[in-house]
């Protein structure tokens, strides 16, 4: 780029910041940037077209064209040249702009007499804002510097859109960020919550977008990459012993040291642009390649850039991630992504949590779950959107983040949630009764659990004790292998909390979708059947030993009840209780005090173990159906897969058949069967595993008083009756059958 075209786009954005310096109102601001951009550049034309809602752009100002046309004339996202802009988020170069593809004529504006059209995106971190448009008579191609010069008066336009130049009196635009907005996601942890948004990383502000002075910007780039550097360099040298989180770091490495990425900054420092404004723009080319990447690899490396630049914004800006602002005292957490241990910091104080990125299966969403909090993820632009202290409507229920609600979305929402306490407050009235069927049997209910949070909600959800401890989360949400002291504290903790009520240690359940951050990762290609669980623990026997030990410390005299997760023939059972001996064997020779008594159970969660010899029944301490498992693996169904897994019910009959069959066994062998999939928690499902015959679910906490208000209200007996006769009359599955029954009920 010759130094002449620097100079002159300097003076542009000189003379565009003399521009914005008065107070005029956002109209006429708009209108001196047209003037002046058609002026510098030697355009007859140049326009503004600002997005009016997600879909439509308006023209708002324009040196050039018919000025009865603007705010008269908009387009569609993708219609014409400029909503092809808009779109693609690309430049459109042409010198023969009638035949260019997409053309669409625009009578009022009186466009017809230009012919060449060069149009560049308003774009800020990946937000579409508008374009930007010179046109002229004479039919010519732009050259590469001037479109570079325009894109970078466009990234100055994008700041100052950002920063709410052009609202006021004659406004252009309506104030951003400040119409209500619906946001759609993917359920991770049902729920609803009203709140104010409190963002996880407050957005950078960048105030100065143009500089004069290039020498100083530099210089200001060169030392705040270089402090970058160092600090990459320092994690790295801590994250050594990671393998996985060094590759992130490496990735970062090789950005920070990137030459193509220091020299487009130093040019867009020497346009003109301030040293922010410069990553800035990098940054938005990132975002929206990021965007339109397919490749899942090249999307991961333009996220670490994203990052990287965020980090670089920071050293500039001086802004932490303390702007000072107090947390609302109703919290609802916006980010693109939260670690577990991050979550866990927060803890109860979040009434909500919306993600742009996470999944359903993410340890953040473990975390949730077990604080109870609702959940969306992969709702598309909330940290773009949300402010700090937005009003905020988070519908767990329906995926739904509802942004700054008007009055109508509020007052549903408030009905919404009226009804659910009214529900709660109906289950808190039977807390303390046991699940006693009108045919009078009893059904023990207890709650699943996993973490130090969830024993609060022991007593609150009237669980007779936690039935599946899944010990595994304590490992997921740590950055390195916890100890067995640690550990022997930690499970200590959980029975005291729990009072004396039973706890169910399941030993630690890793692998397939549940990767500790500090083990080896396996390439394996089907995890889900793979190295995992039980399998990990035999081949790892320390590991498990450890494990045990902690527990049997952690007892110090009280009762202690462990089971082992996935065990898929009686070998592996006798084999895990070997070492429970051995690690009880150890304790005495220790002279450590031993539990009051030890029960050792296996959970059964692939059908090859319903089918396992008598004397596997008539030894096993207890079982536990593991019902997302054995359902995964009875239908072959992954149960992470979107696509399939609610494709088969677990009230087919086939499916009710075999859990049947596991029950007969159980009682011919006198072995206490329980079940602790999720099916549990649904009330109707829970019914019909009743009147099979279970009598002891596990559930999520908040799922006790629906099971329990339903399972009050129940003849297991008829129950039974209509199951059979859904069978004999040769239906598929008895779901019909009961949701009528319980619909004649009332
Ligand atoms: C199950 O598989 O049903 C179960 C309870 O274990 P997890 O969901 O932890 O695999
Ligand atoms: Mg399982």
């Given at each position: 780029?010759?130094?002449?075209?620097e100079t002159e786009?300097?003076?542009?954005?000189?003379?565009l910041?003399?521009a914005?310096?008065?107070d005029?109102?956002g109209?006429?601001?708009l209108d001196k940037i047209t003037h002046?951009?058609?002026?510098?550049?030697g355009t007859e034309?140049c326009?503004?077209?600002l997005?009016?809602?997600e879909?439509t752009?308006?023209?708002c100002?324009?040196?050039?064209?018919?000025?009865?046309?603007v705010?008269?004339?908009?387009?569609?996202?993708?219609e014409?040249?400029?909503?092809r802009?808009?779109?693609?988020?690309?430049?459109?170069?042409?010198?023969?702009?009638?035949?260019?593809?997409?053309f669409?004529?625009?009578p009022?504006t009186?466009?017809e007499?230009?012919?060449?059209f060069?149009?560049?995106?308003?774009?800020?971190?990946g937000?579409?804002?508008?374009?930007l448009v010179v046109?002229?008579k004479?039919?010519?191609e732009y050259s590469a510097?001037?479109?570079?010069a325009?894109?970078v008066?466009a990234?100055v336009?994008?700041e100052?859109?950002?920063?709410?130049?052009?609202?006021?009196?004659?406004s252009a635009m309506?104030?951003?960020?400040?119409?209500p907005?619906?946001?759609r996601?993917?359920?991770a942890?049902?729920?609803?919550a009203?709140?104010?948004?409190?963002?996880?990383?407050?957005?950078?502000v960048?105030?100065?977008?143009?500089a004069?002075?290039?020498?100083r910007?530099?210089?200001?780039?060169h030392d705040s990459?270089e402090?970058?550097?160092v600090?990459v360099?320092?994690?790295?040298?801590?994250?050594?012993?990671?393998k996985?989180q060094?590759?992130?770091?490496?990735?970062y490495r090789?950005f920070?040291?990137?030459?193509?990425w220091m020299?487009?900054?130093?040019e867009?420092?020497?346009?003109g642009?301030s040293?922010e404004a410069?990553?800035?723009?990098e940054?938005?080319?990132a975002?929206?390649?990021?965007?339109?990447a397919?490749?899942?690899y090249?999307?991961?490396?333009?996220?670490?850039?994203?990052?990287?630049?965020?980090?670089?914004?920071r050293i500039?800006t001086?802004?932490?991630?303390?702007?000072?602002?107090?947390?609302?005292?109703d919290?609802?957490?916006?980010?693109r992504n939260?670690?577990?241990?991050e979550?866990?910091?927060?803890?109860?104080?979040?009434?909500?949590?919306v993600?742009e990125?996470g999944?359903?299966?993410?340890h953040a969403?473990?975390?949730a779950r077990?604080l109870a909090?609702?959940?969306i993820v992969?709702a598309?632009?909330a940290t773009?959107?949300?402010?700090?202290g937005?009003?905020v409507?988070v519908?767990?229920e329906?995926g739904i983040?509802?942004?700054?609600?008007?009055?109508?979305?509020?007052?549903?929402?408030?009905?919404?949630?009226a009804m659910?306490?009214?529900?709660a407050?109906r289950?808190?009235?039977?807390?303390d009764?046991?699940?006693?069927?009108l045919c009078?049997?009893?059904?023990?209910?207890?709650m699943?659990?996993?973490?130090m949070?969830?024993?609060p909600?022991?007593?609150?959800?009237g669980?007779e004790?936690?039935?599946l401890?899944?010990t595994?989360?304590q490992?997921?949400i740590?950055?390195?292998?916890?100890?067995r002291s640690e550990?022997?504290?930690?499970?200590a903790?959980?029975?005291d909390?729990?009072g004396?009520k039973?706890v169910v240690?399941r030993?630690?359940?890793?692998?397939?979708?549940k990767v500790l951050?500090y083990?080896k990762?396996n390439d394996?290609?089907n995890?889900?059947l793979g190295?995992?669980?039980?399998r990990v623990g035999?081949?790892?026997?320390g590991?498990?030993l450890?494990?045990?030990?902690?527990?049997?410390?952690?007892a110090n005299?009280r009762?202690?009840?462990?089971?082992?997760?996935?065990?898929?023939q009686?070998e592996e059972?006798?084999r895990?209780k070997?070492?429970m001996?051995k690690?009880i064997e150890?304790?005495?020779?220790?002279g450590n005090v031993?539990?009051?008594?030890?029960?050792?159970?296996?959970?059964?969660e692939?059908?090859?173990?319903?089918?396992?010899?008598?004397?596997f029944?008539?030894?096993v301490?207890?079982?536990?159906?593991?019902?997302?498992?054995?359902?995964q693996?009875f239908?072959?169904?992954?149960r992470?897969?979107?696509?399939v897994r609610r494709?088969?019910?677990?009230?087919n009959?086939s499916?009710l058949?075999?859990?049947e069959r596991?029950?007969?066994?159980?009682e011919i062998?006198?072995?206490?069967?329980?079940?602790?999939g999720?099916?549990?928690?649904r009330?109707?499902e829970?019914l019909?595993?009743a009147?099979?015959?279970?009598?002891n679910?596990?559930?999520?906490?908040a799922s006790?008083?629906p099971?329990?208000?339903?399972l009050r209200?129940?003849?297991l007996?008829?129950?039974?009756?209509?199951i059979?006769?859904?069978?004999?009359?040769?239906?598929?599955?008895v779901?019909?059958?009961?949701m009528?029954?319980?619909?004649?009920?009332?």
């Open positions: 780029m010759s130094e002449r075209v786009s300097r003076k542009l954005l000189g003379r910041r003399d914005m310096a008065g005029d109102p109209q006429a601001r002046l951009i058609a002026d510098s550049i034309v326009s503004i077209y997005f009016r809602d879909e752009l308006e023209l100002a324009t040196e050039g064209l018919n000025p009865e046309s705010h008269q004339t908009r387009m569609r996202l993708g014409g040249l400029v909503g802009v808009a779109r693609r988020r690309e430049v459109v170069n042409t010198a023969n702009a009638p035949a260019a593809r997409g669409r004529y625009m009022e009186g466009e007499v230009f012919s060449s060069l149009g560049v995106p308003v774009q800020r971190l937000e579409a804002l508008g374009v046109q002229s004479d039919a010519r510097d001037e479109i570079y325009l894109e008066v990234m336009l994008a100052m859109t950002e920063l709410g130049a052009f609202v006021g009196e004659g309506g104030k951003r960020h400040s119409q907005v619906m946001l996601g993917t359920i942890q049902e729920g609803v009203e709140g104010h948004i409190w963002l996880h990383e407050p957005r950078v960048v105030t100065n977008p143009i004069d002075d290039p020498h910007e530099l210089e200001r780039l990459v402090e970058l550097r600090g360099d320092k994690m790295l040298a801590l994250a050594s012993a990671d996985e060094a590759e992130v770091l490496e990735a090789m920070a040291n990137s030459k193509g020299r487009r900054m130093e867009d420092i020497a346009n642009l040293a410069a990553v800035e723009k940054q938005s080319l975002r929206a390649r990021m965007g339109q397919s490749d899942n090249l999307r991961e490396r333009l996220s670490d850039l994203d990052d990287l630049s965020n980090r670089l914004l500039l001086g802004q932490g991630k303390d702007t000072g602002a107090d947390m609302p005292p919290p609802i957490l916006v980010a939260i670690g577990p241990a979550l866990l910091d927060y803890g109860r104080a979040l009434k909500g949590i993600l990125a999944s359903v299966g993410s969403a473990i975390v077990a909090i609702p959940l992969h598309d632009r773009l959107e949300a402010l700090n937005d009003h409507l519908d767990g329906q983040v509802h942004l700054r609600p008007d009055d109508q979305v509020v007052s549903a929402f408030r009905d919404k949630m659910q306490a009214a529900a407050e289950y808190v009235s039977i807390r009764k046991p699940a006693e069927t009078g049997e009893v059904i023990s209910l207890n699943n659990a996993g973490l949070a969830d024993l909600s022991l007593d609150g959800s669980a004790g936690v039935g401890f899944r595994e989360l490992f997921l740590r950055n390195k292998m916890p100890k550990l022997s504290a930690l499970y903790r959980v029975l909390a729990a004396g039973k240690f030993t630690l359940d890793i692998g397939s979708d951050p083990m990762p394996e290609p995890p889900a190295w995992r669980a039980i035999l081949d790892k026997p590991v498990m450890m494990q045990l030990q902690a527990l049997l410390r952690a005299g009762p202690l009840s462990v089971m082992f997760p996935f065990v898929a009686f059972y006798t895990a070997a070492l001996d690690a150890r304790e005495r020779t220790l031993l539990p009051e008594k030890v029960e050792v159970g296996s959970m059964l692939t059908p090859s173990l319903a089918f396992a010899p008598q004397k029944f008539e030894e301490g207890f079982l536990s159906i593991g019902g997302n498992d054995l359902k693996f239908f072959a169904a992954d992470e897969n979107e696509r494709r088969y019910d677990t009230l009959v499916f058949s075999f859990i596991i029950v007969e066994r159980c062998t006198d072995t206490p069967l329980s079940f602790c999720e099916d549990a928690g009330p109707v829970a019909c595993l009147a099979i015959g279970l009598r679910l596990s559930m999520r906490p006790v008083g099971v329990k208000s339903l209200r129940s003849n007996a008829e129950v039974r009756k209509v059979a006769d859904a069978r004999h009359r040769g239906e598929m599955n779901r019909p059958a009961i009528e029954y319980l619909r004649q009920q009332g």
